[in-house]
């Protein structure tokens, strides 16, 4: 069986959504941050970095969100969770997966962690400061996106692997000045995401509120 170790609304979030988008069965196993479990040396074998999730599907141990997504989209193909092999539209669901990874992702990283890039409290500040402003331009730049096509999910018309990794690093700017659900296009999108029954069914199980984000 399929096995999340995760944490309520850490970078697991969008794996579990997607895990009950598929219907197949799986197991969660809890991450317990406030013992810092994610940097025991048991989870160290599983994910060297210390990061979660991790996905255990028999013998393959998988960390990386956008990774794990990908792979449940591609061994649950009957969930429809990507587009065709070869096709444009295939294209651009890496390409989103991908910006939603190393650009979207690893930019709120420096908001929620900015003692990582300075040492004095002047210096964390603006780090966060920086990093806060450039995530508004990102959520921007997906709020366009999502005017330009007019489709209900991110890719258009059909949903995708990419729709829970967007809702939750969306969902993680819910204490900015100006958070992802005050933009026009994607506060109507998170609603969207947010009122499917499998995320319903995530956010329930980590106790997080239905419209959460």
């Given at each position: ?14 794996p579990?959504?997607l ?13 317990d ?9 048991a ?40 587009p ?22 690893a ?43 007019g489709?209900?999910w ?60």
């Open positions: 069986m399929l096995q999340l170790h995760y944490s309520p609304s850490d970078a697991s979030l969008a579990h959504m895990l009950e988008e598929t219907g197949a069965p799986f197991a969660l196993k809890l991450v941050r406030s013992v810092n479990a994610q940097k025991s040396p989870y160290l074998k599983l994910n060297p970095n210390g990061l979660i999730p991790v996905l255990e599907d028999g013998g393959l141990v998988l960390y990386e969100t956008a990774a794990i997504l990908l792979h449940l989209a591609d061994t649950h193909p009957e969930a429809q969770l990507a065709a092999f070869g096709s444009a539209e295939r294209a651009h669901f890496y390409k989103w997966m991908l910006w939603l990874a190393n650009t979207l992702h930019t709120l990283i420096p908001f929620f962690y900015p003692e990582r890039w300075a040492d004095d409290a002047s210096a964390v500040a603006q780090v966060k400061a920086h990093a806060e402003t450039r995530v508004g331009q990102l959520l921007d730049q997906l709020d366009a996106e999502l005017a330009r096509h489709g209900p991110l890719l258009g018309e059909a949903f995708s692997a990419v729709d829970p990794y967007a809702l939750m690093l969306c969902g993680w700017t819910r204490h900015f000045a100006r958070p992802a659900r005050a933009l026009p296009q994607l506060g109507a999108y998170m609603r969207r995401v947010q009122a499917r029954p499998a995320v319903q069914r995530a956010l329930r199980s980590e106790q997080l509120s239905a419209d959460w984000g």
